[in-house]
C-alpha cells in the first residue's frame, strides 16, 4: 500500500508511476486518496480543538467552585457536554474517512522503480541477460507429456480422476526427481545465508492482505469458507507474514528466509497450448526466497537473490534469460520485477521459471513491517523481496525436454547426488 507521505508528497510522481504500469484512472484515484485524507484531517483538527478547549473550560471548574460561582460553572459544564457531544460527530467522520481511505489504497497498485521499461504487456519486457546453450535434439525428440508417457512418470489423466485438470500424479523416479529438486534448491539457498521455514499451507485474510494477494486476486486463490482460510499461492505469503506487525533492529537486517512448499492456483481463465501438461497446473511445488532489507540496501538484496536464481539455472546446465518486466506486465505489489525464462527445446518456447521482486515499502506498509533505525533511533518502513528459487513444473519440463536421449533422460549433474540416479528411463523404481 503507498503511503500517505509519498502521495501528497510527491502526488505528479506517483500519478506518472500509475500510468506507466496502465493502471486506469489513476489521476482520478490519487485526487480521492488526497480528498478523503484531507476530510479525515479537518476531522482530526475540529476533534483535537474540541479536546482542548474543553480541557481548559474543565480545568477552570476548580477554582471557580472555590469562589462560589456555581452559576458559571454549571455553564462550563454545559459547554463541555456540547463540545463532547460534538466529539462524537467528528470522531465518527474521522473513522468513516480512514476506513474509505484504506479501502481505497487496497485498489491502488505499488509504482514501478524508474528501472522499469515503459509498456503494456510481455512483448514489451527487456530480455536483460542470457545465458547456456540452445540444445540441439535428436530425431523423434518429444514434449515431456510424451515422454511422462513413455516412461509412466506423470499421470496427468489420473489426477483428473482424483482431482481434477492442473493436478499430476507423479510416479517412482520423477517423484524422487521432484524430492531431488526441492532438496537441491533448498541446500542452495542455506548455502547462500537463508534460514529454512516450513511454513503453513493455508492463511487467513490478514496474511492474504498483508501481501497484497486481497483484495487484488482472491479470484485466483481457493478459498475455505468455513473457515476463511485461503490455500496458498506461494510460500511468499506466509513468509512474509512472519514479519507482520513487527519492529526489527537495523542491526538483524537483512533478513534472509528460505521456503519450500506446494503452491495452489486458480488459474480462471487460462486455455490453450500454453496449458498442457506441466506448463500450468493448479498445484505445484516451490522453493521461495524472502528478504527483509532497509531502503538503502534492497536494491543489492534485489541483486544478490537475482545472482543465486541464475546460479540454480547454471548449475542445472539450462538455457536460460532474464527479464525486466515492463510497467504494463508488472504484479500489482512489484517495484521492480526480473522473470527468468528457461528454453523447453521440444516445444520450442521459453517457459518462465521465477520471478524476482523488490516490493520497497509497499508491503511493509501493509504489514506494518518496520524497524529502528540504528543511529536515528527512529522507526521506518522496511523494504520486502521475494523470488522463486525455483518453480518445479516448468524446470521439470525443460530438463526433461533438453536433457533427453533416444536412451532415456540424462539427470543434470548437480542433481544426481540428490536422486542417487543419472538417467530416467523404463527402469521407473
Request: charged share 30%; aromatic share 8%.
Amino acid at each position: 500500500m503507498l503511503t500517505l507521505k509519498l502521495i501528497s508528497e510527491e502526488t505528479e510522481r506517483v500519478i506518472k508511476g500509475l500510468e506507466k504500469k496502465h493502471f486506469k484512472g489513476a489521476k482520478e484515484a490519487i485526487d480521492n486518496v488526497l480528498a478523503i485524507d484531507k476530510k479525515r484531517r479537518e476531522a482530526q483538527q475540529k476533534l483535537d480543538k474540541n479536546k482542548q478547549e474543553a480541557k481548559q473550560l474543565s480545568s477552570s471548574i476548580g477554582a471557580l467552585m472555590k469562589q462560589g460561582k456555581k452559576d458559571e460553572v454549571d455553564k462550563i459544564k454545559e459547554n463541555v457536554a456540547s463540545l463532547k457531544e460534538a466529539d462524537k460527530a467528528f470522531q465518527e467522520e474521522m473513522d468513516k474517512s480512514q476506513k474509505e481511505l484504506i479501502a481505497l489504497l487496497c485498489t491502488i497498485p505499488n509504482i514501478p522503480n524508474d528501472d522499469v521499461p515503459e509498456g503494456a504487456g510481455a512483448e514489451d519486457n527487456v530480455v536483460v541477460k542470457e545465458g547456456g546453450n540452445i540444445p540441439e535434439l535428436h530425431e523423434g525428440a518429444m514434449c515431456h507429456w510424451d515422454l511422462c508417457k513413455k516412461y509412466n512418470l506423470i499421470d496427468f489423466d489420473l489426477g483428473v480422476k482424483i482431482t481434477g485438470a492442473g493436478f499430476p500424479i507423479y510416479i517412482g523416479k520423477m517423484a524422487r526427481f521432484q524430492r531431488a529438486l526441492e532438496a537441491f534448491f533448498l541446500e542452495e539457498a542455506r548455502k547462500d545465508g537463508y534460514l529454512e521455514i516450513q511454513p503453513p499451507y493455508v492463511v487467513n485474510e490478514a496474511s492474504g492482505y498483508g501481501t497484497g494477494q486481497l483484495p487484488d486476486k482472491e479470484g485466483q486463490m481457493y478459498h475455505c469458507e468455513v473457515d476463511n482460510l485461503y490455500l496458498i499461492p506461494t510460500a511468499e505469503v506466509p513468509v512474509t507474514n512472519i514479519f507482520r506487525d513487527e519492529i526489527l533492529d537495523e542491526k538483524d537486517l537483512p533478513i534472509k528466509r528460505c521456503a519450500y512448499s506446494a503452491c495452489f492456483r486458480r488459474e480462471a481463465g487460462s486455455y490453450g497450448k500454453d496449458v498442457r501438461g506441466l506448463n500450468r497446473l493448479h498445484q505445484f511445488d516451490k522453493v521461495e526466497l524472502v528478504r527483509i532489507d532497509t531502503p538503502e540496501h534492497s536494491y543489492q538484496s534485489l541483486k544478490e537473490m537475482l545472482d543465486h536464481v541464475e546460479r540454480l539455472c547454471q548449475k542445472l546446465e539450462l538455457p536460460y534469460h532474464i527479464l525486466r518486466l515492463c510497467g504494463g506486465d508488472m504484479s500489482f505489489t512489484s517495484s521492480i520485477c526480473y522473470d527468468f525464462e528457461v528454453w523447453s527445446a521440444a516445444q520450442k518456447r521459453w517457459l518462465e521459471v521465477s520471478s524476482v521482486s523488490n516490493f520497497e515499502s509497499y508491503q511493509a506498509n501493509r504489514l506494518k513491517c518496520r524497524y529502528r533505525d540504528s543511529n536515528s533511533k527512529k522507526i521506518e518502513l522496511c523494504h520486502t523481496l521475494n523470488g522463486s528459487a525455483l518453480a518445479l513444473p516448468r524446470i521439470v519440463a525443460a530438463i526433461l525436454e533438453d536433457f533427453q536421449t533416444p536412451e532415456g533422460i540424462r539427470v543434470p549433474k548437480a542433481l544426481v547426488p540428490y536422486c542417487g540416479f543419472e538417467m530416467i528411463d523404463g527402469n521407473n523404481f
